[in-house]
């Protein structure tokens, strides 16, 4: 490998380290997503149980364990906290980052590669979820992969046919740990894009049945055994909780998550900006291509449209659902950059404008929302809803400086458009995409630590005071995980360790003839249901939440 490449693998892991690692647990985890996955890891910790995913020690069928197992270790290293919940997604922002220079390279060339490690560590959401605690990270990994070496077996460039069989391997081996990570959407989306594919080139392959019978087969391999394993130890019944919950996801705005049709369009523009912007330009062929640049170009192509129809057609809808797209989206960026920068595409005004308005737009959120919060005075004589006014009453010391940060990006966004317009292509799109990774990098340690409190600080606090204590602890009219993961919740004081439902168990917290004393919190607006129950005692309202306990007989 040449010195050249060697040092700029080094330099890139380097730079995805600082960017990644460092704040991960100065924030709590985030209801519901983060702190569900981190529960089930912290109670394979407790139980010794590591094949079973379980919600308070009940089993939980809606997802595999492939990514909470990664938890689970992390947490073993690093103990039950915040850091070692996100530090997977981490490591594989890190890994990503690495795999996209060598792929770029290998396809393009070295500058190639380095434009694509810029459109995604530069691009918003795509590095804001390597900082997060949630499954998509991973599982998005393992898809891009099977993609990835699905291509290369197809490519007619390969003629090597123990090389293209062992591309073949790789291909189905990566789709099955994305079903084991997040179940059979993994394999959906990977047979989705070779079918696919195979349509548009319908004139010159034959329709490969044997090698889509034998990616069925084998994708399904590692969660079948996990299946067999969980359901011979417990007879759970594993297959029927999960086809349920995923098809409330097709079907029906599973806890309020809906929208409309182009939803993920919308947040996909917005979120992956400045690459979604600039892949626009990418889209038309290209005749200075190889074909073997067009082919992959195009399974990049169908892997944006299958996500985008797939996620679009169900009517949950939730950010990180389409997030699998910011790899076709950062292509088509780098794509893009590269063209203008080292051939003849020539930069349009409509692009640079685009860019302006929508960085700009982001240079308002970053400066506003850190204002608004200042000011919070005069947003309460607004606010009617008495939860919202409890959450906006919260102290938070704020510093004033936070919004030089949307100050900071305006500039950028200035300066990128100025470059552009002069036809200093790449200089443009460097400062556009190193002052978005900034921008995302400075903004969630200095402004996020002080949002959260306002969302879900008081209850969190409330639960970490009862941690290690021998009572028991129920959130009341509203979901949530926080009283699981943030007390430690030990397996004997669990609503499925003492044979209830979590309806019935709350009913005898309330009721019934407990033998340890209860704490509980719930939203102010619900309070007086709650107060009609005996022996219930008001400890203190805080931030739209009241506590309140009641004492064993």
Not at 29 to 54: K, P, Q, S
Not at 160 to 180: D, S
């Amino acid at each position: 490998m040449p010195r050249k490449s060697i040092y700029n693998y080094l330099l890139i892991a380097l730079l995805s380290m600082i960017f990644f690692i460092p704040y991960l647990g100065d924030v709590h985890l985030f209801d519901w997503d983060e702190i569900n996955f981190a529960e089930a890891a912290r109670e394979m910790l407790v139980t010794g149980d590591y094949l079973t995913v379980r919600i308070d020690y009940k089993p939980f069928h809606e997802k595999p364990p492939l990514f909470i197992w990664l938890q689970a270790l992390s947490m073993h290293a690093f103990g039950v906290n915040e850091f070692a919940a996100r530090l997977p997604n981490a490591v594989t922002g890190i890994i990503t980052l690495l795999l996209l220079y060598g792929f770029g390279k290998k396809i393009f060339d070295e500058r190639f590669g380095l434009l694509w490690v810029i459109a995604y560590i530069g691009s918003f959401l795509p590095h804001f979820y390597f900082k997060s605690g949630i499954i998509d990270p991973v599982f998005n990994l393992f898809i891009f992969l099977s993609i990835y070496f699905s291509y290369c077996y197809l490519n007619n460039a390969i003629k090597n046919q123990k090389k293209k069989l062992r591309y073949f391997f790789f291909a189905v081996f990566f789709a099955g740990l994305a079903v084991l990570t997040k179940g059979p959407v993994g394999f959906l989306l990977v047979f989705l894009c070779w079918n696919l594919f195979y349509f548009i080139k319908r004139k010159y392959f034959r329709y490969p049945y044997k090698e889509i019978l034998l990616i069925t087969f084998f994708s399904f391999t590692f969660y079948l055994a996990w299946y067999i394993s969980v359901t011979l130890l417990s007879g759970a019944d594993l297959i029927n909780d999960f086809l349920k919950y995923h098809l409330r996801l097709l079907t029906t705005e599973d806890a309020g998550h809906g929208g409309p049709f182009y939803y993920h369009f919308f947040v996909l523009l917005f979120g992956c900006f400045p690459s979604s912007v600039i892949a626009l330009r990418a889209i038309r062929r290209s005749q200075q291509d190889s074909d073997e640049h067009q082919q992959f170009k195009q399974w990049m192509l169908i892997l944006l449209c299958v996500v985008l129809v797939v996620f679009s057609i169900v009517e949950t809808k939730i950010i990180h659902y389409s997030s699998l797209a910011y790899f076709p989206i950062t292509f088509l960026a780098a794509y893009a950059m590269h063209a203008m920068s080292f051939k003849n595409m020539m930069p349009k005004a409509s692009t640079t404008w685009l860019i302006g308005i929508i960085g700009i737009s982001w240079a308002a959120t970053f400066a506003i929302i850190p204002l608004i919060f200042i000011n919070i005075d005069l947003v309460l004589q607004r606010v009617i809803d008495v939860f919202t006014a409890g959450l906006l009453q919260t102290k938070v010391d704020w510093q004033g400086y936070e919004y030089l940060i949307g100050v900071f990006y305006f500039i950028a966004i200035v300066i990128a458009m100025i470059l552009l317009q002069k036809k200093f292509v790449l200089k443009g799109f460097i400062i556009l995409f190193a002052a978005s990774a900034l921008a995302v990098f400075t903004f969630l340690p200095l402004t996020v630590p002080k949002i959260e409190p306002y969302t879900q600080g008081a209850p969190i606090e409330f639960f970490k005071a009862l941690k290690g204590k021998d009572v028991y602890v129920a959130a009341l009219g509203y979901k949530s995980y926080a009283q699981y993961f943030y007390t430690e919740k030990p397996k004997n004081l669990s609503a499925h360790h003492l044979g209830a439902s979590q309806a019935v168990f709350n009913e005898w917290l309330l009721n019934g003839n407990i033998d340890k004393d209860a704490y509980f919190v719930c939203k102010n607006k619900r309070l007086n249901r709650y107060l009609q129950y005996n022996n219930v005692k008001v400890l203190y309202e805080k931030s739209g939440f009241v506590f309140f306990k009641r004492e064993k007989k």
